[in-house]
């Protein structure tokens, strides 16, 4: 058999390597190339390795693309697959997003074996999680649940449900559905009232930015609505300063030749929420336009917030 065209790296977990394998058989398609061309090469990250607390205890988001980044600049794959909302504001030198495949559902999903939505969640209900954003979500919308750790892979979250270790909890409907388990959704969230991860539900490619080859490759991989909207998204969270301590909600579509946003901060505790929606029309500078708008709505919100969106829980 002959060596494969490109190695793709990508965490060693279930739901990477699932969404990381639909990713080939895309570039495989694309290209005209046969999947084998394409050789997937696992890569365990400080975020997988660390269970026992949350990102923000252990050092944020970069956990989950350090390991990924060094094997790119050291030569040993040629290019990686991500969840775009792990991938930082910033890269590091050298590192190119080569890449924005064509998007899934960005919602997240409500998941419960005792309540459809968090409305009728009773009183004291304890909804786990590890993401701050929702955290801060849910009590801002219900001051009287509880809200604890909940870490782990999809299957481990889903099955301390199970166990009783939370009464809810909340996932990102696109990792659902990559593991063919959407069914397990109670209810999908409106993203206008509580907005999503910024680019959640979006694959992020990322390449070295001096491989040609590969970058040339990608770039016929291309979604154009899904670049827009992430850049709208990503440019909204760099001018909040946005990381895991910062309780960030961000979502744009494109949609007949307009970019729609919706953008919001909590404090940790979801005492207070600033928000911005916006509707512009699209133009020959797609990318530069959306860009404009996410640092417009970021900066209107830093200016409001001022420290309060700083405050520890």
Do not use: Y
Not at 72 to 82: K, P, Q, T, W, Y
């Amino acid at each position: 058999m002959s060596a494969p065209l490109f190695r793709i790296g990508a965490r060693g977990s279930k739901l990477s390597l699932a969404q990381t394998a639909q990713t080939r058989a895309r570039l495989a398609a694309k290209l005209g190339l046969d999947a084998s061309a394409f050789e997937i090469v696992p890569i365990v990250t400080s975020g997988d390795r660390i269970q026992d607390r949350t990102l923000i205890e252990a050092g944020g988001k970069g956990l989950f693309t350090k390991e990924l980044d060094e094997a790119l600049l050291d030569g040993r794959i040629d290019l990686a697959v991500h969840s775009l909302k792990d991938l930082p504001t910033r890269l590091p030198d050298g590192i190119a997003l080569a890449c924005v495949p064509e998007r899934e559902d960005p919602r997240d999903a409500f998941v419960s074996l005792k309540a459809k939505t968090l409305a009728e969640l009773p009183a004291g209900a304890n909804v786990g999680t590890a993401s701050l954003r929702r955290q801060a979500q849910v009590l801002f919308a219900r001051r009287d649940l509880r809200v604890s750790v909940l870490r782990g892979n999809v299957d481990t979250r889903l099955a301390k449900l199970e166990a009783g270790d939370a009464d809810a909890t909340f996932l990102a409907l696109a990792g659902l559905k990559r593991l063919g388990l959407e069914a397990r959704a109670a209810s999908l969230v409106d993203p206008q009232d509580s907005p999503p991860a910024a680019c959640q539900g979006a694959i992020a490619i990322t390449a070295r930015a001096s491989d040609p080859r590969v970058l040339d490759v990608l770039a016929q991989c291309e979604n154009t609505n899904a670049r827009i909207e992430i850049e709208a998204e990503r440019a909204f969270l760099d001018a909040l300063d946005g990381s895991c301590r910062t309780p960030i909600g961000a979502l744009a579509r494109v949609s007949g030749g307009q970019l729609s946003f919706v953008g919001e901060t909590l404090t940790p505790n979801g005492t207070q929420r600033w928000r911005r929606d916006a509707t512009i029309e699209l133009g020959s500078d797609s990318i530069a336009a959306a860009q404009a708008l996410g640092r417009r709505q970021g900066h209107e919100i830093r200016d409001e917030a001022g420290d309060a969106i700083e405050l520890d829980v």
